[in-house]
């Protein structure tokens, strides 16, 4: 019997006539507030997955759950096991070179000088503490958060990749980063996975409501503070996805994790859009240039014309990839708010610039800041939208 309470099958059937998804309503594997029987609730202490209730750490050393322990998935109702592959081809290593600092050591000292002699030391901690509760918050029903863009090269993997670390570190409940861009996506080599096997796909076929959190993690690769990655291939081009193994996968694996974000393929794919609809928050990345303005806003007017919740829980991210953009960005910020959406700058990073694994001990401060702040602002959307 259909759950009058499932958010997903609410928002996929009110954007049917957009997307043509109404015909295709999620499994009942979904978890929700007022369904105990399908799953332990997020809230509730002792289920697999808890989240940050009444004891909650300081920002700066979050408590963790213990680890899972390895699990080899075996006896499902998969035939085939897939053979595991490196992220990254043997023969590329040796072109790897020594990942930069985000921001010239000068810079690094002055900023340090500053913090020492000013007084607006204390007010950073203060706006730090402030962020960290705001991340900390306990849910009832994991949070979905999709991040897209365009086209490609606007940022939306590094994003994505910024956002599943920074809730990782704050949350004490697991974290998943699904990669739903099948056939040439980049999250796993920027979260430094050095190999994968199971992929979305893949688990679609296998999960399964009777599943412990431990079942799950098997088939999933683990990243440090207690998050995991579930890629969208194993690196080959034709590698597909489609909308119902993607439902499958969000509504089955969405009671394990406190936080999900997904990095879905460039619009208008299809999946994208499911993605984005059964969202409570979503993030569109955009090159901080006239042409990545202008395609958004565009993007953004024809968002104004679905269900008011979908501009309002959206968040354009302007990704500076040079060291200063060819525009003003306060007069672009402002047009692109002026549909609803919010709208926040990710600055040039010469760490993130220069591609390949994620080590945020060498990302600048404003880029640590500007993530900090972008992921505990799409937190809060996410939670207006059950």
């Not at 700066?60 to 213990?66: K, L, T, V």
């Not at 672009?332 to 591609?355: C, E, N």
């Amino acid at each position: 019997m259909p759950n009058a309470d499932n958010w997903q099958g609410d928002v996929l059937r009110d954007l049917g006539g957009a997307s043509q998804q109404g015909e295709r309503r999620p499994r009942a594997a979904a978890h929700d507030a007022g369904a105990p029987s399908q799953g332990p609730d997020l809230a509730t202490p002792g289920g697999p997955a808890q989240s940050s209730g009444a004891a909650t750490p300081g920002p700066g050393a979050p408590r963790r759950p213990e680890q899972p322990a390895s699990y080899a998935p075996g006896g499902g109702p998969h035939r085939n096991t897939p053979d595991s592959r490196p992220v990254v081809d043997d023969a590329l290593t040796g072109a790897i070179r020594k990942p930069r600092h985000g921001e010239p050591l000068v810079s690094r000292a002055a900023q340090a000088v500053r913090r020492i002699v000013s007084s607006s030391a204390a007010r950073e901690v203060t706006e730090i503490t402030r962020t960290a509760e705001r991340l900390q918050q306990p849910v009832r029903t994991g949070r979905q958060i999709a991040v897209t863009s365009i086209r490609g090269g606007a940022g939306k993997t590094t994003v994505a990749a910024l956002l599943g670390t920074t809730y990782a570190h704050y949350r004490q409940d697991p974290v998943l980063l699904v990669e739903a861009d099948p056939a040439l996506g980049s999250l796993p080599l920027r979260l430094g996975s050095p190999s994968l096997r199971w992929t979305t796909g893949d688990v679609a076929n296998i999960v399964e409501p009777q599943m412990s959190l431990l079942d799950i993690t098997g088939y999933l690769v683990q990243l440090p503070d207690n998050a995991w990655l579930l890629p969208g291939s194993q690196g080959r081009i034709g590698a597909m996805l489609d909308t119902r193994a993607y439902e499958r996968v969000m509504v089955s694996l969405r009671r394990y994790f406190g936080v999900t974000v997904v990095d879905c393929e460039t619009l208008p794919a299809e999946v994208a859009r499911v993605a984005l609809s059964a969202a409570q928050a979503r993030i569109l990345t955009a090159p901080a240039t006239l042409e990545g303005v202008t395609s958004t806003y565009n993007v953004l007017e024809w968002m104004q014309g679905l269900p008011r919740h979908v501009i309002d829980g959206t968040v354009v991210v302007l990704t500076e990839q040079v060291p200063r953009a060819g525009i003003d960005l306060g007069k672009a910020a402002q047009r692109l708010q002026s549909t609803g959406a919010g709208v926040q700058v990710l600055p040039y990073d010469r760490h993130l610039a220069a591609g390949g694994a994620i080590r945020t001990e060498l990302l600048a401060r404003s880029t640590r800041q500007a993530a900090t702040r972008l992921a505990a602002d799409v937190f809060q959307l996410s939670q207006k939208r059950r």
